[in-house]
């Protein structure tokens, strides 16, 4: 989806700057997994704002539902039951886009502004750009874009993109009725998480903290974790997520030097061609032949 | 068609046809392949109907070459098994190169640059074909690491056979007489005799 177009940091496949004459602060969403009491308002919030309703599935015996992300459902609460110190507990995760700062979705995308990153932080799908081809399924760590088996576009939290550009909060984060979401300046979100860092560290959860992974050079969609020595237990949010080594090698500068290349074997022929001239049938060896026939 | 009654017959209709299949198919493919190989060839995708057509046709075309592929090579291999005159001259390729294959060692009906450029590309072509499955993210999903892996080396064959391929074309621009072996299947005696001696005797005797 598109709105704001004079603040784009980075534009998918393409390899001029794209429109930037505008600075925007960055900004993110922080998500207080400890404050979230799973009741899915984001997710009601999510379909009724961006006006998607996906079909209604069946229950998987889990409160899992739908039970992962799809082209029509971009967040989904994911439920995990923990046995910690001979304590249960429940850590429900809203899981979505987590708006790289490196996406590794627009860096594998083909298209020309299929995907963009605004100066804010939040990367955004242009659909009407894309080709459906997966490569953004192929590029994200977090398993995130999903193909739509309707029209084959890629589709994913846009992160309210269209609110945020007038100066609003994301749908999600005005729905959470015990404020486990909050949003403003990536500055800000981060001191309001020390607080609540504070806070559960005070309460005996001494190793909580603020999931923000360098390795895809943060997000603008931060969790708060009690056990954040191990995100893997909130149902399998990567340790330490990066651009897989695969994608980079795929994407990186040998393609350029490849294209080179192939323009150098034919440049590297048509010179060839000039320089030797054409390898032709000697005139020896036509009056040979000739001479043979005749016999 | 029959312009001197002496020319050699070097390929007949079938196979000629089938090299014409394989030949358009892969062009297609290169061209449409290219436009999602980086952004400078992304206008190539209008050749096709714009990118989400480009996208759409490109594994089909495909898998519609891997077909006649298949049947090119059954045609062909025994004729390009290796032999220790064909290392020979391509130890010695550098004087091809040059221009001057006068003391190149007596070649068959293909010589060792020819049946290397064959083998190359029945390997650029398998892992082509096993790989573009991999990445069809219209039709299969593989598991990620697999599909980022066939993603690496889809791009890495599909390159390499598109320079194998442009110097398979030019090597039939540059040695005159050739390409008419493609258009009607015949090519003079004196070109066999200078260019594929051994053959050139096997066929007349001489
Ligand atoms: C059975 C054979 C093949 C299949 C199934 C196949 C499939 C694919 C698929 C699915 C893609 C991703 C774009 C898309 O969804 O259309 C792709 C990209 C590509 N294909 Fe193929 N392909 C095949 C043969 C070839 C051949 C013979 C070439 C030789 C030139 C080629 C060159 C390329 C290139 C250069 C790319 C872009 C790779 C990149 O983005 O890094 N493909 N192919
Ligand atoms: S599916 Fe669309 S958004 Fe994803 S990489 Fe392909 S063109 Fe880009
Ligand atoms: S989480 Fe995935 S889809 Fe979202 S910005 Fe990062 S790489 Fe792109």
């Given amino acids: ?279 032709e049938v000697s005139k020896e060896t036509e009056k040979e032949v000739e001479k043979e026939g005749s016999q | 068609m029959i312009r001197d009654p002496k020319d050699l017959q070097r390929y007949t209709p079938q196979e000629r046809a089938n090299h014409w299949v394989v030949g358009i198919s892969f062009i297609l493919l290169a061209l449409s392949g290219l436009a999602f190989f980086h952004p400078a060839f992304y206008p190539l995708t209008y050749l096709f109907g714009g990118g989400t057509w480009a996208r759409i046709l490109h594994p089909y075309i495909g898998v519609f070459m891997a077909f006649f592929f298949v049947l090119m090579f059954l045609r062909f291999r025994k004729l390009n098994a290796m032999t220790k005159t064909d290392k020979e001259w391509l130890s010695r390729i550098g004087e091809m190169v040059d221009g001057d294959d006068h003391n190149m060692p007596e070649q068959g009906k293909y010589n060792g640059g020819q049946k290397a450029m064959f083998w190359a590309s029945v390997v650029c072509m398998v892992l082509l074909v096993v790989s573009g499955v991999l990445i069809w993210r219209a039709q299969f999903s593989p598991p990620l690491e697999l599909v980022r892996f066939g993603a690496v080396v889809h791009a890495v064959a599909g390159a390499a056979m598109i320079a194998l391929i442009m110097i398979h074309v030019y090597a039939a621009i540059w040695v005159k007489g050739t390409i008419r072996a493609m258009w009607y299947g015949t090519v003079t005696r004196a070109w066999a005799k200078q260019h594929h001696r051994a053959w050139y005797r096997e066929m007349t005797g001489k």
């Avoid at chain 1, 534009?11 to 998500?31: F, G």
């Avoid at chain 1, 899981?95 to 860096?107: I, Q, R, S």
């Fill in chain 1, 1 to 279: 989806m598109a709105l704001q177009s004079l603040d784009i940091k980075q534009r998918s496949a393409t390899t001029t700057p794209a429109p930037s004459v505008r600075k925007t602060a960055e900004v993110a969403k922080l998500i207080d997994v400890s404050a979230c009491i799973g009741c899915k308002a984001c997710q009601a919030a999510c379909m009724e704002w961006n006006d998607i309703r996906d079909e209604v599935g069946i229950n998987y015996g889990v409160y899992d539902n739908p039970v992962d992300l799809t082209a029509k459902s971009w967040t989904v609460m994911r439920f995990a039951e923990v046995e910690e110190k001979g304590r249960l507990e429940w850590l429900i995760r809203k899981d979505g886009c987590m708006h790289c700062g490196d996406p590794g979705c627009l860096k594998a995308c083909p298209a020309p502004g299929a995907i963009v990153q605004y100066a804010n932080g939040i990367v955004d799908f242009h659909e009407e750009n894309c080709i459906g081809c997966g490569y953004c399924v192929t590029g994200c760590p977090f398993n995130i874009p999903r193909i739509s088996k309707e029209d084959s576009k890629a589709y994913k939290c846009t992160l309210c993109s269209d609110r945020v550009a007038v100066g609003q909060a994301p749908a999600c984060a005005k729905a959470c009725p015990t404020g486990a979401i909050q949003f403003g300046s990536k500055e800000d979100m981060k001191d309001y998480a020390a607080k609540r860092i504070g806070d559960l560290k005070e309460r005996g959860f001494d190793k909580a903290g603020l999931y923000d992974p360098a390795g895809v050079g943060g997000t603008h969609v931060l969790y708060v974790l009690h056990h954040a020595d191990r995100p893997q237990l909130y149902n399998g949010l990567p340790a330490d997520p990066g651009i897989s080594p695969l994608v980079s090698l795929w994407k990186g500068m040998a393609k350029p030097l490849a294209s080179l290349a192939l323009g150098a074997v034919a440049l590297g022929s048509l010179f060839h061609y000039v320089m030797k001239g054409p390898n």
